[in-house]
């Protein structure tokens, strides 16, 4: 066991102070915060163009139906995540319930993918952001220097907006969350107001004409990358991948998954909530439902201003949503919405960047990075995991043409959904005691349901992001045998030899099973059963939690009671029990023991 990759942390383990400094992030978040924070990252610029790219190119005015089944899918993993969130409330996410569920190996594989994901979509963004920027700047007639032109707005090699976004978002989150925070509510109100007006707008031009007919004739898509599915569906029986019809709708599903991926980073904030195992699965849930009825109502209102000939004529070179208000008359729409693009990828980015903290702080705090990383700053937040995290961001965003793997997010991320699917009834059996403020329904069904919806999703992903995806994983399994296998902190505290007795106090050995313990020459024994002198009763201190006050307990209300309480011991918590028990001091003097 001291040896095996396979070591799982205990749940006590991983929600209390056993070891590393758990819980020493600063509480900030509230259930609000939590929604807040969710939305941020969900909705992003795909909210004002996946559904004008998937009804031109994959489902038709259906993309509709593509939105609820997409929806559906990231509900039943969000439902998993609420209810490990509220077991095993830690900032690192997928990556701590697979610790706790399956074992380090496992814990680490995942994290590596958090790792990918967080760190490639971050600069992915970055870079987008500088797009849109540019793109907004043209639109209001503001001119760009010649000299800057170079260097702006690129899809590939140095870009200034990209660099400077990075490091604004990266000097914020190192100074104190609660500075993001409130820049992050700003924000994300502003862009909920623009999406208002979005549909308002919209829905003004609409005409249900446009949605028919709903499902188009079926035909041969576009060859722009092949699928895990298409080579194998071509393997058996030499068929070939279509557009619209309902394979179409199936088709779209995926992508617009990409645009609801998010609600799982709230989990990342788990030590950051007050009362987070009731919080945080209500912040999950409520921002996923949010992020479903706010896309869906941009579709509706989207492709009914259009239509499908009206998506044709469109210029796919920027934002859909702005080609479409400029083609019914709408110039000023436009406009509105280039700034909804630029702050809500603003959002995106800072969220991102906050969950990539918390993941290397979570895994460095357990000994599989290195143990410097998971150090406070004198701002209570890890610093040190923000700067590299950041760093790191700001050096793929400049040397590596990150927008051709934008797919490997997608795929990291949806990895992660499987391991969250199964460790629900894997904790189920193994730790039936456990307290759950949030119970998945039929928990073995849905996570069944929820793990082949998610690999239908991960098949419906290109064969070349497949490759890197494995490369990946490979270089961290190595990086993991050579270095986190034999830093782990699980490892050291299982190999650490039991403590020797105090000095001056011998230990001595036990009779046999059976036998008589000898007495010292002279000594008589006595007539009644050998006691010590009686003492006052004093339970053992309760293992230690992040709860300290008691209100959360990790035993399940149906479990056996603990031992009886002593009738002289009046007050919840034990941290109080000695104040109660010596009442005020003396006069004039001080407390005795």
Known sequence: ?????????????????????????????RTRDLVVLGLGVMIGSGIFKIAGEQAAGTAGPAVLVSFLIAGLVCLLAALAYAELSSVIPVAGSAYSFSYVAFGEVWAWIVGWALLME?????????????????????????????????????????DVFALGILLLIVLMLA????????????????????????????????DPGNLTPLVPPAQPAAEDGRTVLDALLGALGGGTPH????????????????????????????EETDDAPRKVPRGIITALVAAVVLYSAVAVAFVGMVGMDGL???????LLLASAFDSVGSGAMAGIVDVGAVLALTTVTLVLLISLTRVIFSMSRDGLLPRPLAGMSRYRVPSRATLLAGGAAIVMSQTVDVLTLEQLVVLGTLFAFLFVAAAVPTLRRARPDLHRPFRVPAAHLTAAVTMAAVGWLMLNLNVETWGYFIVWMVVGLLLYLAYGSRKSELRRLLDE???????????????????????????????????????????????ETPYPTGRYSLRRPDAPAPAPRDPQRTSPDPSRDDEEREGPPPPGGRHRR
């Open 243 to 270: 557009a619209f019809g309902v394979w179409g709708i199936l088709a779209a599903a995926p992508a617009i998954a990409f645009a609801y991926i998010g609600f799982d980073l709230i989990a990342t904030a788990s």
């Open 312 to 318: 044709a004529r469109l210029d796919r070179g920027g």
């Open 1 to 29: 066991m001291r040896t095996n990759v396979f070591r799982r942390l205990p749940v006590e383990q991983a929600t209390g102070r056993l070891y590393g400094g758990r819980h020493r992030l600063r509480v900030v978040y």
């Open 497 to 543: 030899p039991p403590a020797a007795p105090p000095a001056g106090r011998p230990a001595l050995d036990a009779p046999p099973p059976g036998a008589r313990a000898e007495l010292p020459p002279g000594v008589e024994p006595v007539s009644g059963p050998l006691s010590a002198p009686p003492r006052p009763h004093r339970p053992a201190p309760a293992p």
């Open 118 to 158: 967080l760190l490639l979509a971050a600069s992915v963004l970055a870079r987008v952001w500088s797009l849109y920027a540019t793109q907004a700047l043209h639109d209001f007639g503001v001119a760009v220097p010649s000299w800057l032109g170079g260097l702006i707005g690129q899809e590939k090699g140095p």
């Open 175 to 206: 100074t104190g969350s609660r500075l993001g925070l409130r820049t992050l509510w700003f924000m994300v109100m502003a862009k909920v107001v623009v999406i208002g007006l979005v549909i308002v707008v919209g829905l003004k031009y609409f």
